[in-house]
């Protein structure tokens, strides 16, 4: 089913060289009017499509595909031209964990007005940050995300530091088909199988696409967490085979591993990382049945890899301070009495603002005292951990997308260092769809 239509390169010249020679980070907030050194084009338009089960879904995707796949050299300035097709309520294109200039964030009515069918929009910016990105739709997100209005966004490093054999992007999500809900990477919601030669290095750019964090598990081998939302993290020990970990809603982790001389299981589903899709990579023969053996534990970031060092883990004091408590309560939303999700007890357009200064060092603490998961994202910039549940965390890493368990309460940090007028919203959509948002604003 599905005319998946390839992506189209439109023109690249001399893109694996062009600019991208002494490009400075400084250069994200600021100037556009280079030349573009790659153009992509993205129709967003309704497409049904059979996932490998048969199951058929009435998606709406870019590019009539699920998940389309933009892979740019960092350094590059890149172009993209949004196309809607035939999305009845217009689309944008958000650069999830991408620190684009403000007006190319891709947010209707804060950053640029909704393309609607029939119209188009070109983004642009420079491709500074490598690592694993994805991007989505930010016009009635919760429905227009669950249905496939996304795809991923891979920016190669200029100097490779780790040797990869093969990788495979896993982008998971749930959908809604003609058999109900099912999970899947890609449109794999079955087991698949990859043959891999023992002692090839295979690296994993997983993608968690759907409202709720999701857990994952490699089984027959350990394995190493190299990058959290596209950052890197610094000598990853290894993590014992059977380990599980937990994406946050829009949060990547790449992860790799040695091929041993007998197979390797990668699953997700429910709560115990099982039951949903998997990917059973074997050195030629695959077994006739795998057998989920016992999770040995849930992986804690807070205790991995090795302390990074930046003005933020070492700032004495912080030009600004903001507590964010997330609760529930009764309330009336658009006029309807239901549940609500709360930050300081209010919804948006009520709740609390981030006013800062370009310069600003900003620490927030962000505490969940409600009984959902609430995973924050914050547009424009990355987060870096300090401590969690008061306690310093042994590597503080830099995050897009913070998944808060309830219970939990978080420090974090960042350099107000990208002008303009940003969302910060709990990346659980339909939590943001009832006013779980508020904004960073700079004077
Ligand atoms: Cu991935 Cu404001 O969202
Ligand atoms: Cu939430």
Partial sequence: GGVPTALTALHTHDAHHGHANGVEVAALTGDISAPADVRF???????????????????????????????????????????????????????????????????PGMTQNIVRPGEDFTYKFRADQAGTYWFHSHQQASEQVGKGLFGSLLVDPLRETEETDSELVVIQHTWRTSQGQLKAFGNEDQKQF?????????????????????????????YRITSIDGMQILEPEPLENQTSFRIA????????????????????????????????????????????????????????????????????????????????????????????????????????????????????TFVNRSLAEHPIHLHGHHMTVLKKNGREVKAPW???????????????????????????????LDHAATGMILHLMYD
């Fill in 194 to 222: 990859k043959q891999v030669e023992p002692g090839n290095k295979i690296k994993l750019r997983i993608i968690n696409t759907d409202h709720q964090s999701q857990k994952y598990r490699l089984q027959g081998t350990d």
């Fill in 249 to 364: 809603s829009g949060g990547r982790y790449d992860v790799t591993f040695t091929m041993p001389d007998h197979p390797v299981q990668l699953l997700t589903g429910g709560s115990s990382g099982a039951g949903g899709p998997s990917i059973l990579f074997h050195t030629g023969i695959p077994p006739e049945h795998s057998e989920l053996g016992e999770e040995s534990r849930e992986f804690d970031l807070a205790e991995y890899g090795k302390p990074l060092a930046n003005d933020l883990t070492s700032a004495a004091a912080f030009d600004r301070e903001f507590t964010m408590i997330m609760g529930n309560r009764l309330g009336f939303y658009n006029g309807q009495l239901r549940f609500l999700w709360t930050i300081n007890g209010k919804v948006h357009p009520y709740t609390p603002m981030f006013a800062v200064k370009e310069g600003d060092k900003v620490k927030t």
């Fill in 398 to 428: 830099q995050t897009d997308t913070l998944n808060v368990l309830p219970g939990e309460s978080y420090e974090v940090a960042f350099l107000a260092d990208n002008p303009g007028m940003w969302m910060d919203h709990c990346h659980n």
């Fill in 41 to 107: 084009e993205l129709t967003a338009q309704k497409q049904s499509v059979t996932l490998t089960s048969g199951a058929i879904v009435e998606a709406w995707t870019y590019n009539g595909e699920l998940a389309p796949q933009l892979r740019v050299k960092q350094g590059e300035m890149v172009e993209v031209r949004l196309v809607n097709k035939d999305i009845e309520k217009g689309v944008t294109i958000h650069w999830h964990g991408y620190n684009v200039p403000n007006a190319m964030d891709g947010v």
